[in-house]
């Protein structure tokens, strides 16, 4: 081709036929031009294409950082609001407006949650390389979120550790003999279930000024990191549901894209006796929705601390039609019905449990108080 073109320029030349060999120049120039600008911008569109290419694996790189952190967030509003629930039963029987309920962790005073988010750490660099401005935005409000929810769950955890730790061991509540009891140097699961508080003691401390400020304490700091949790949990599935829809991604019924989807999630906007229907509607081989033995004890205990305790009876009575050689199910049935003052059938369903886990330390322990309500 190059040999051709010189052909025509020599022959142009020895013909004398200038002013049409610098038509003829011009245009060749030109042709290299075009030629030179055509390569760079299909290299332009390739360098285009790999930057949103990037992009979009970034986008769905977020979304599944968004539903691993979204376990983290429910895990922690569930400890919360347990922690909020205890605070509650310790002020009422102080006061002398409820009595001991066996059901209740009281070593919640002692043990924390580090409800540890990473959000921030895994995306913090990511926004210089966001070109859309309102994706741009959303991220950094989320990661804003996520700090002030961070350091709402660090002071939660100062007030744990700088103020309660030191309360319980200046009035000797914890328990030492218990925790030598369990042989085992690593048995957390037998360790936990242990009487880590001396509750007669702790009794002693109602009404004290010392115990009702830290009662103040423990109260205004777990609705504070409660309130940002949950401020987290909505602009967590605000921002996966925009990026869903900037991807192209199919939503599910979720809204938070689990699967299988938490049932706990359907809360939002159904009923519980809409819940159990959707359950029982449920193809066991190819479930929507979590349907296992745990995703339905979760969701009892849900609804316990939030104080939905005839809905919960309902969750754990589906559990054990679904799964009636669970122990676990039976045990925490029998919590229930303790808290709804139904002793009998309580009495009935930790035995239960007993029968299919004779090594069921808490429906044994159970059982026991029981014996004191006649």
């Given at each position: ?100 309920d066996p059901t209740v962790n009281y070593k919640n005073l002692y043990t924390y949650s580090p409800g540890q988010l990473f959000f921030y750490e895994n995306h ?61 140097f690593d048995d957390w699961p037998t360790l936990s279930y242990a009487s880590l508080i001396l509750y007669p003691k702790l009794v002693e401390q109602y009404g ?110 589906l559990g054990i039609e679904l799964y009636p050689d669970s122990y676990n199910l039976y045990d925490s049935y029998g919590e229930c019905l303790i808290k709804l ?34």
């Amino acid at each position: 081709m190059i040999r051709f073109f010189r052909k025509i320029r020599k022959k142009l030349l020895t013909e004398s036929k200038f002013n049409k060999y610098l038509v003829y120049a011009i245009g060749e120039i030109v042709l290299v031009m075009i030629g030179i600008l055509l390569a760079l911008q299909v290299n332009n569109w390739n360098e285009l294409r790999k930057k949103e290419e990037a992009e979009i694996q970034l986008y769905k790189k977020l979304i599944d950082d968004l539903n691993s952190e979204r376990t983290v967030i429910e895990k922690k509003i569930y400890s919360l609001k347990s922690n909020q629930n205890l605070h509650f039963q310790l002020y009422d029987e102080s006061i002398g407006k409820t009595e001991y309920d066996p059901t209740v962790n009281y070593k919640n005073l002692y043990t924390y949650s580090p409800g540890q988010l990473f959000f921030y750490e895994n995306h913090s660099k990511s926004l210089p390389f966001i070109t859309d401005n309102e994706t741009h935005d959303l991220l950094k409000k989320y990661i804003d979120q996520e700090k002030i929810t961070t350091t709402s769950n660090e002071d939660w955890n100062k007030v744990k550790t700088e103020k309660i730790r030191p309360f319980l061991t200046k009035h000797g509540i914890k328990n030492t003999e218990a925790v030598f009891k369990v042989q085992s140097f690593d048995d957390w699961p037998t360790l936990s279930y242990a009487s880590l508080i001396l509750y007669p003691k702790l009794v002693e401390q109602y009404g004290t000024v010392e115990f009702d400020q830290l009662l103040y304490e423990l109260r205004i700091f777990t609705t504070w990191s409660l309130y940002h949790y949950n401020l987290l949990k909505e602009a967590n599935q605000e921002f996966e549901i925009y990026l869903k829809n900037k991807v192209s991604l199919e939503q599910t019924t979720s809204k938070q894209g689990f699967s299988p989807i938490l049932l706990e999630l359907l809360l939002e906007d159904r009923t519980v006796d809409e819940i159990i229907d959707i359950v029982r509607n449920e193809n066991p081989e190819n479930p929507t929705y979590d349907i296992s033995e745990q995703a339905l004890t979760n969701l009892g205990y849900n609804l316990i601390t939030d104080r939905q305790l005839k809905n919960a009876k309902k969750i754990f009575e589906l559990g054990i039609e679904l799964y009636p050689d669970s122990y676990n199910l039976y045990d925490s049935y029998g919590e229930c019905l303790i808290k709804l003052k139904e002793y009998e059938n309580a009495s009935k369903a930790f035995k239960k449990a007993l029968e299919l886990n004779p090594e069921s330390f808490n429906s044994e322990r159970l059982l026991e108080y029981l014996k004191t309500k006649g």
